[in-house]
């Protein structure tokens, strides 16, 4: 990995009476080392990734500790690494991305929660929902209700965060049951103080190993017959167990008056938001202060009947603000208040969307329509919500013209935009194919100017995705999978699965050396090194174990040869799975590799050679056909110098990294020969001058000019400025 948590780590540090400030996930990390935590693990994605990241870079922290890691390959694997505490005294945390990394640890989520656990196990998992989100939209809670998983979604405060991750392994012992703990993107980088205990070693770990392993206790696993009384545990005996320990302990929060005629349940993530609009509404302010009562379920499941029923008797109606869908608290609370024979009205999704983040605007609305409802006067809210709506209105009646739409991309110099530029040139020859997609940067070809791939069904799912496809059509399909889905599950899934049905189709795998999408995670092809985790295996060898024979290796930015392998790959008589492994280092990871090792060698004193790429503005003929079949954002359009001709030229720009895509586009696409390279050399050697001299001599001696010719930023020429 090649991002540094370095100031991060230090505040791991801290101990008894210290203050840390910083984000809302990484005070989830300094509270589980608080709690005594024997093992990590997890799977990276937004918005938990850095609680994983800056995990693996506290390796003397934990050894420390004796706290075992574990990057695993898949979420499926995390959720089973709790195993440990099923029969273990040891607390345990994982991590992952949800909804889409729970729908992979399902399986493992339903076999650890059937025996249930003697250590506390945590679940972090980031609640990937609403208008910031990358997956599909769905709800966690869903796991938690159908595998009697309790589920934690603390108030977005950072002392309250780390209150309930402690007292999370509490809960999971106390009831013998997993938890689970939602932070919504908003929570994940809330930003806040709280005031730190000593880091904590469990009493058994990696440094005080148990001496011999458990006795065999048939009861302890999720296997017939047992499952049938592990069924009946869950809700005879853990589910009181934890109701009892959720209110003994006050993990749910009762905020603003006593009494009153209209009260608010909400999940405690959405606490901020709402209190924002309370307080334009006159009825809180920044610190909380409500004026109406209000019940913050900080534990969303399971719910408390007892706490629910006192909170509603007295009062006429109850708002509950949940997002997403189905409604199951608004659900649940209506059978509650049925039960009780309480006659109090329940509103929620009558008030509020049912489908959708809950932004700032939505639950105004919703809050100003409860309001009125009962005769509350909802003060300034309703000024407030005037004036979004005036704002959005004026927006959109502007007359300034509208702006381009502007897709999101590849990073400048990608190693995956070359391989779609040429998936491109082959479609122009030999007409159009069914492309299966899969999760991670390459998922960015599906926008324009590639505009490619027919499914995205899930992370490593492209190949298996592409088996029926394959069988139905007479040309064969085009399968694109990282390095990451491929070690997630790829490897499995698809190639063992392709292999032993004799599909007939294409795979390319990017292998850009990390899991780049999550934030440059190591992946367990990536290059061993002192910072990483990486292990250096071999793909190759991987798929030929499988049973793969036709491979082949490209160089991603060679983009003539790799238009010669996709074709081949698309007409070869030869059947079955075919897999072209496209090599080339995320640019993303390989810039913050090069730049700090270059400025070091600069200020050295050492030759250092940058290129860059540059149009000639004289030769651009202006048909763009090289963005068309780059996509790069360097390369853009500038206006004609030439009062002669009207259409703009194409322009490389500053952030070139000289990665040479457009260069060979050009030659490979036989377009024009606008594009040349330019080397930029600092603390040029005596040759490099003389080099430099001849070529002038030359240039002169067939009539050229030279003394327009760039000695360091020839910015008139458009070549880019350092
Ligand atoms: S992060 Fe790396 S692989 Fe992903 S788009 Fe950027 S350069 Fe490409
Ligand atoms: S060389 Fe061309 S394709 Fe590569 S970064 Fe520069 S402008 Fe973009």
């Given at each position: 990995?090649?991002?540094?948590?370095?100031?991060?780590?230090?505040?791991?540090?801290?101990?008894?009476?210290?203050?840390?400030?910083?984000?809302?996930?990484?005070?989830?990390?300094?509270?589980?080392?608080?709690?005594?935590?024997?093992?990590?693990?997890?799977?990276?994605?937004?918005?938990?990734?850095?609680?994983?990241?800056?995990?693996?870079?506290?390796?003397?922290?934990?050894?420390?500790?004796?706290?075992?890691?574990?990057?695993?390959?898949?979420?499926?694997?995390?959720?089973?690494?709790?195993?440990?505490?099923?029969?273990?005294?040891?607390?345990?945390?994982?991590?992952?991305?949800?909804?889409?990394?729970?729908?992979?640890?399902?399986?493992?989520?339903?076999?650890?929660?059937?025996?249930?656990?003697?250590?506390?196990?945590?679940?972090?998992?980031?609640?990937?929902?609403?208008?910031?989100?990358?997956?599909?939209?769905?709800?966690?809670?869903?796991?938690?209700?159908?595998?009697?998983?309790?589920?934690?979604?603390?108030?977005?405060?950072?002392?309250?965060?780390?209150?309930?991750?402690?007292?999370?392994?509490?809960?999971?012992?106390?009831?013998?049951?997993?938890?689970?703990?939602?932070?919504?993107?908003?929570?994940?980088?809330?930003?806040?103080?709280?005031?730190?205990?000593?880091?904590?070693?469990?009493?058994?770990?990696?440094?005080?190993?148990?001496?011999?392993?458990?006795?065999?206790?048939?009861?302890?696993?999720?296997?017939?017959?047992?499952?049938?009384?592990?069924?009946?545990?869950?809700?005879?005996?853990?589910?009181?167990?934890?109701?009892?320990?959720?209110?003994?302990?006050?993990?749910?929060?009762?905020?603003?008056p006593e009494a009153g005629e209209i009260g608010i349940i909400t999940q405690g993530g959405l606490f901020n938001g709402l209190n924002d609009r309370l307080a334009d509404a006159g009825l809180s302010d920044a610190y909380g202060d409500l004026k109406i009562p209000t019940l913050v379920l900080n534990v969303t499941h399971p719910l408390l009947p007892d706490q629910?029923?006192?909170?509603?008797?007295?009062?006429?109606a109850v708002l509950i603000v949940e997002e997403g869908a189905p409604e199951y608290i608004e659900l649940a609370v209506g059978k509650i208040l049925r039960q009780a024979d309480l006659q109090t009205a329940i509103h929620g999704k009558d008030m509020l969307p049912m489908a959708g983040e809950y932004t700032a605007a939505v639950v105004g609305r919703g809050l100003?329509?409860?309001?009125?409802?009962?005769?509350?006067?909802?003060?300034?809210?309703?000024?407030?919500?005037?004036?979004?709506?005036?704002?959005?209105?004026?927006?959109?009646?502007?007359?300034?013209?509208?702006?381009?739409?502007?897709?999101?991309?590849?990073?400048?110099?990608?190693?995956?935009?070359?391989?779609?530029?040429?998936?491109?040139?082959?479609?122009?020859?030999?007409?159009?194919?069914?492309?299966?997609?899969?999760?991670?940067?390459?998922?960015?070809?599906?926008?324009?100017?590639?505009?490619?791939?027919?499914?995205?069904?899930?992370?490593?799912?492209?190949?298996?995705?592409?088996?029926?496809?394959?069988?139905?059509?007479?040309?064969?399909?085009?399968?694109?999978?990282?390095?990451?889905?491929?070690?997630?599950?790829?490897?499995?899934?698809?190639?063992?699965?392709?292999?032993?049905?004799?599909?007939?189709?294409?795979?390319?795998?990017?292998?850009?050396?990390?899991?780049?999408?999550?934030?440059?995670?190591?992946?367990?092809?990536?290059?061993?090194?002192?910072?990483?985790?990486?292990?250096?295996?071999?793909?190759?060898?991987?798929?030929?174990?499988?049973?793969?024979?036709?491979?082949?290796?490209?160089?991603?930015?060679?983009?003539?040869?790799?238009?010669?392998?996709?074709?081949?790959?698309?007409?070869?008589?030869?059947?079955?799975?075919?897999?072209?492994?496209?090599?080339?280092?995320?640019?993303?990871?390989?810039?913050?590799?090069?730049?700090?090792?270059?400025?070091?060698?600069?200020?050295?004193?050492?030759?250092?050679?940058?290129?860059?790429?540059?149009?000639?503005?004289?030769?651009?003929?202006?048909?763009?056909?090289?963005?068309?079949?780059?996509?790069?954002?360097?390369?853009?359009?500038?206006?004609?110098?030439?009062?002669?001709?009207?259409?703009?030229?194409?322009?490389?720009?500053?952030?070139?990294?000289?990665?040479?895509?457009?260069?060979?586009?050009?030659?490979?696409?036989?377009?024009?020969?606008?594009?040349?390279?330019?080397?930029?050399?600092?603390?040029?050697?005596?040759?490099?001058?003389?080099?430099?001299?001849?070529?002038?001599?030359?240039?002169?001696?067939?009539?050229?000019?030279?003394?327009?010719?760039?000695?360091?930023?020839?910015?008139?020429?458009?070549?880019?400025?350092?």
């Open positions: 990995m090649e991002v540094s948590f370095h100031k991060e780590i230090q505040s791991l540090k801290l101990g008894d009476g210290d203050i840390f400030h910083g984000e809302g996930i990484l005070a989830v990390t300094k509270a589980l080392l608080q709690s005594g935590v024997a093992y990590v693990g997890g799977y990276q994605g937004a918005p938990v990734s850095h609680l994983l990241d800056v995990l693996v870079q506290s390796e003397d922290i934990l050894s420390e500790l004796g706290i075992h890691l574990e990057t695993c390959t898949n979420e499926a694997a995390a959720a089973a690494m709790l195993a440990a505490s099923v029969q273990y005294p040891l607390r345990g945390c994982v991590t992952w991305k949800s909804i889409v990394g729970t729908n992979v640890a399902a399986d493992a989520l339903s076999n650890l929660a059937s025996p249930g656990v003697i250590g506390g196990t945590l679940i972090v998992v980031g609640e990937d929902y609403g208008e910031g989100a990358s997956v599909i939209q769905e709800r966690s809670h869903a796991f938690a209700l159908k595998s009697s998983i309790w589920l934690l979604d603390p108030r977005p405060d950072l002392p309250q965060i780390v209150k309930m991750v402690e007292k999370s392994f509490e809960l999971s012992e106390a009831s013998n049951t997993p938890v689970m703990m939602e932070l919504r993107i908003r929570a994940c980088h809330v930003f806040g103080s709280f005031e730190t205990k000593d880091n904590v070693a469990a009493p058994k770990s990696t440094r005080e190993k148990f001496a011999e392993p458990a006795p065999f206790d048939y009861a302890r696993l999720a296997h017939p017959p047992v499952t049938f009384l592990q069924e009946g545990d869950k809700v005879n005996r853990r589910l009181p167990l934890a109701r009892e320990f959720i209110a003994r302990e006050g993990l749910n929060e009762f905020m603003g629910i029923v006192d909170f509603a008797r007295g009062k006429k100003a329509t409860f309001l009125s409802r009962y005769n509350v006067d909802p003060g300034e809210l309703g000024q407030w919500l005037e004036a979004v709506d005036t704002n959005r209105a004026a927006l959109n009646a502007r007359e300034a013209p509208a702006l381009p739409p502007r897709p999101p991309t590849f990073c400048t110099g990608c190693p995956e935009r070359p391989v779609f530029t040429a998936m491109k040139l082959v479609k122009e020859e030999t007409g159009p194919m069914h492309v299966s997609v899969d999760i991670g940067c390459h998922a960015l070809a599906t926008f324009p100017p590639f505009s490619q791939g027919h499914s995205i069904i899930g992370y490593g799912l492209s190949l298996a995705a592409a088996s029926a496809v394959s069988g139905t059509q007479v040309k064969r399909p085009f399968t694109v999978m990282g390095d990451g889905g491929f070690w997630h599950n790829g490897l499995l899934t698809g190639v063992a699965g392709s292999v032993f049905n004799q599909d007939d189709s294409v795979l390319v795998v990017m292998n850009n050396g990390y899991s780049s999408a999550t934030g440059a995670q190591d992946l367990p092809s990536s290059k061993p090194k002192d910072s990483g985790r990486g292990r250096g295996l071999d793909m190759e060898k991987a798929l030929r174990a499988m049973g793969v024979t036709w491979i082949k290796r490209v160089d991603n930015y060679r983009v003539a040869n790799l238009v010669n392998v996709l074709r081949d790959a698309r007409l070869t008589k030869e059947k079955g799975l075919k897999v072209i492994l496209a090599d080339g280092e995320c640019q993303l990871a390989r810039q913050r590799r090069i730049k700090p090792a270059m400025a070091k060698a600069v200020a050295a004193g050492e030759r250092v050679m940058r290129t860059r790429f540059w149009v000639d503005e004289d030769t651009c003929t202006g048909d763009h056909s090289c963005i068309r079949l780059s996509g790069c954002p360097s390369l853009t359009i500038k206006p004609n110098p030439d009062p002669l001709r009207t259409d703009p030229v194409a322009h490389v720009n500053n952030d070139c990294v000289g990665c040479g895509l457009c260069g060979e586009v050009s030659h490979a696409a036989q377009l024009c020969p606008s594009f040349a390279r330019i080397d930029i050399i600092q603390n040029p050697t005596a040759w490099d001058r003389a080099r430099r001299g001849l070529s002038d001599l030359l240039i002169k001696l067939f009539g050229g000019e030279t003394q327009d010719r760039p000695t360091r930023t020839p910015t008139a020429q458009g070549v880019p400025a350092e």
